[in-house]
């Protein structure tokens, strides 16, 4: 029984002995008092008639008028005279019947009185003993009276007292409910404070597992900042603050096979004059600031755009992956523009010829060695163009893109058209034996020949246009499906965009609500930029997920590192780390050391850590001694 | 009376929470309540306690009369106990004894004194004759107006013994020292009579702890007796 069922049950059953006890004795004491009065009336009537009588002559009549005189005129129940022989000589008896006071009553607690007695006697012989006992109709229904009274005071007392200790224990149980909230969060792994509740037992169970959280919190922003400073060491160049050339290129190879981006994009390449030359002629401080200056535009041109990223492929050479430009001249011209505006009036005057640029189309499975080498021959035309010029390649077998409104035909029937399917690739456990679960990848049946897109290639538009909510329930529905024809756990990936949607929310929970036996097999997951753009919001969904028996999970866990202390409220089941960390694992020591602190970080939360990307079964038994749980990626279909 | 219900019903009401307690009080009350049988060792005990020697004596003696007269037709027994009080006891006026103008006082006391006026007399002679069987449809105590020829009258309190109920009364009297019947009693005419008849009815209701019985004078008297031991 809960702790607030058994207050209530000790506060009424206070209440009720408390009430019921002086009612009781009230009623009691209220009957005690009038017996008394009673019998003292009955004794001291019939003394005074059998004095009066005594006096008297005692003829028939006279004793006959005396008596009915002293009854009619007064409250008598009867009046009787017995002579000595114990024959009755008068008597009066009353007929009313009893009103006022119910049968059931007057039974319960009836009101006891002995009649009174006195004698008469005629000189010094005795005449009789006079017997009579008073009305007692009134003593009852006043008795009565009062106990109705009484009852409801009873009534609205107990009402009052009730209504006070619900309000008291509403007051009380307050500060308990938000611990016992607590409690449950820290179970379920979301690590909350709460502010501390006035009652001091209360309070200091809820100062020490504040602390608790607080403590918990401090220690992994502290492990976070680490990790992410050492991310930062790995992966990025010191100098320009962009990625290293090794995570520039696992990036620009999960841009090619990946399954995260469109099918097609733009690699840029921008190329300054030789590294020596500029130290020569600049200075090294000078060429440094240069470089960190050229540095910032990359970086900053690159906001807004997801999957965008510049690195430092060489001394003086910068590369830019850009998977949303439509064209390699758009993208060529928006970075290019960026320059002139932010690098070049500042170093015009000492470097006349500061850069060259081009820019290069790339389709999926491109082979990343052909790629370079496009984008190096476009630089030697851009050099051609003049300084500070740009180049751009067209993909000349590129597929015209498709102008938005088809777009939308395309994908409104495919949700209705049910032209939507799920391509299944298994998540194995640590050491690749078992299948954790399979995650279902999104394709788009285009046309009649089957031709399929990926979830990179017309997610984009559908979030454009608005569309990625019912494409996402799609999946769900889908999901669903699949669940319940087969065993086995199942993830689906759900848009950033459609977080946020409050409708889809709802939509989601009611759908969920009608499968809740699959509920437990359905795992979630939301992209890291997602959950970082919309963090309230997919904390939400997260829990109202949760309280479904549904996982939840992020996937491309890795990239917004600096953040990742606010995970610890959020309750997530599972990580998916990015596959630029993963590929080439085994020849990064400091990726190694980096993932390492992740996982046990993760571990410390309750949050299982997969590796996305996995290109090789061999880095299997690496990525379990780094403390990964689970591993999924090309490798491993 | 509802006025005085009234307040008895508020002061409940306002001592809600006192209600477990009282109860508790109600119910302790009725154990109070008890029947005493005579307990004449007691009420030696307490003669010789409160009165000294002569007065544990006089109740001796007064035991063994009661002892001596059980087995005695009802007619001796009413001489025998008229004569032992009128030898033993003086006449002086509750003024004397009890400093009051009228007290109506128990055996114990009237044998402790050694002392009392007409009532005591009266009373003590009613108690020893129901203590010794004679029932009370027997036994009057009667105020009568005592007048010898042209003297002022004066109020008076003689026993009545009733051999047959409907019958003429032998009147024991402290005045004279013999058991005379009623009809040769011409200084005296009887005004009202009484005695223990209805009084105890139901025993335990009308117990010594109900203040309505000590405000009667009879009532009263029967009350103390019974802490004394009769």
Known sequence: ?637 | MPKLFDTRLTTAVRGLWFGACALMLGLSLAWVASLAEPNLDKTQALALQRYGERAAQTIAAWRQLIEESRALPDSEKVNKVNTFFNRRILFKSDMEVYHEEDYWATPLEFMGNGAGDCEDFAISKYMTLQMLGIGNEHLRLVYVRYKVGSTTPIAHMVLGYYPQPTEEPLILDNLISSVRPASMRTDLSPVFSFNGDGLWVGGAATSSADPTARLSRWRDVLVRMRQEGL
């Open chain 1, 1 to 637: 029984m809960s702790l607030i069922k058994q207050l209530w049950i000790a506060i009424a059953l206070v209440m009720s002995i408390a009430f019921g006890g002086s009612m009781v004795v009230s009623v009691l004491s209220a009957r005690h008092y009038l017996e008394q009065q009673l019998q003292v009336k009955n004794i001291d009537n019939a003394t005074a008639l059998a004095l009066s009588l005594t006096q008297l002559p005692k003829d028939e009549v006279t004793v006959e008028l005396q008596v009915a005189a002293q009854f009619d005129a007064g409250h008598y129940r009867f009046i009787r005279i017995t002579s000595p022989t114990g024959k009755t000589l008068v008597e009066r008896v009353s007929t009313s019947k009893l009103l006022g006071a119910p049968d059931w009553f007057v039974k319960l607690i009836p009101i006891h009185t002995t009649p009174g007695q006195a004698l008469v006697q005629d000189g010094w012989i005795q005449y009789g003993t006079l017997t009579l006992a008073s009305q007692d109709i009134y003593a009852y229904q006043s008795l009565w009276d009062g106990t109705i009274e009484l009852l409801l005071w009873f009534v609205l007392g107990a009402a009052a007292a009730g209504g006070v200790g619900t309000l008291a224990l509403r007051i009380i149980t307050r500060p308990l409910g938000e611990v016992v909230d607590q409690a449950q969060a820290i179970a379920e792994r979301r690590f909350l404070t709460i502010t501390e509740p006035r009652t001091p037992e209360l309070k200091s169970v809820a100062r020490a597992m504040n602390e608790m959280v607080g403590r918990l919190k401090t220690m992994f922003t502290e492990e976070a900042t680490r990790l992410e400073a050492l991310r930062q060491k790995v992966n990025r160049d010191a100098v320009t603050g962009l990625s290293s050339r090794e995570y520039f290129l696992s990036h620009l190879r999960e841009a090619l096979q990946g399954d995260q981006f469109g099918s097609s994009g733009t690699l840029v390449m921008l190329r300054l004059p030789d590294l020596n030359e500029l130290n020569t002629q600049l200075g090294r401080q000078q060429a440094d600031a240069l470089l960190k200056d050229i540095g910032t535009v990359l970086y900053e041109s690159g906001n807004g755009r997801i999957g965008q990223r510049a690195g430092r492929v060489k001394g003086a050479e910068f590369a830019i992956v850009c998977p949303t430009f439509a064209t390699a001249t758009e993208a060529a011209m928006d970075i290019h523009a960026r320059l002139l505006q932010d690098v070049l009036p500042k170093w015009q005057d000492k470097v006349p010829e500061l850069f060259h640029l081009s820019a290069v189309r790339y389709q999926r499975e491109q082979n990343m060695g052909e790629l370079l080498a496009q984008a190096d021959q476009a630089l030697a035309q851009a050099a051609s163009h003049g300084q500070n010029n740009w180049h751009a390649v067209e993909d000349s077998q590129a597929k015209a893109a498709l102008p938005a409104e088809q777009w939308r035909t395309l994908l409104t029937e495919a949700v209705s058209g049910g032209r939507l399917a799920l391509s299944f690739f298994p998540v194995v456990s640590g050491d690749g034996a078992v299948a954790l679960h399979r995650e279902g990848m999104l394709r788009l049946q285009t046309d009649a020949q089957g031709t399929l897109l990926t979830a990179g290639e017309f997610m984009p538009m559908a979030a454009q246009l608005n569309l990625t909510a019912p494409i996402d329930l799609g999946v769900v529905k889908l999901a669903i499906e699949h669940l319940r024809t087969s065993s086995g756990d199942i993830a689906v990936n759900l848009s950033a965009e459609t977080i946020a949607d409050h409708a889809f929310r709802h939509e989601l929970t009611q759908l969920l609500k009608a499968y809740p036996e699959v509920c437990q097999r359905l795992l979630f997951e939301v992209p890291e930029y997602g959950v970082f753009r919309q963090f309230d919001a997919f904390r939400e969904l997260a829990r109202n997920l949760k309280l479904l028996g549904c996982r939840v999970g992020i996937e491309y866990f890795g990239q917004r590192f600096a953040d990742s202390g606010k995970l610890a409220d959020l309750g997530l089941d599972y990580i998916k780390v990015h596959p630029t960390y993963i590929r080439g694992i085994a020849n990064n020591e400091g990726n190694q050391e980096f993932l390492k602190g992740l996982c046990n970080m993760a571990h410390a939360l309750g949050i299982t850590v997969l590796a996305l990307g996995v290109e090789n079964r061999g880095d299997l038994p690496l990525l379990a001694t780094l403390g990964f749980d689970g591993a999924t990626g090309p490798g491993l279909g």
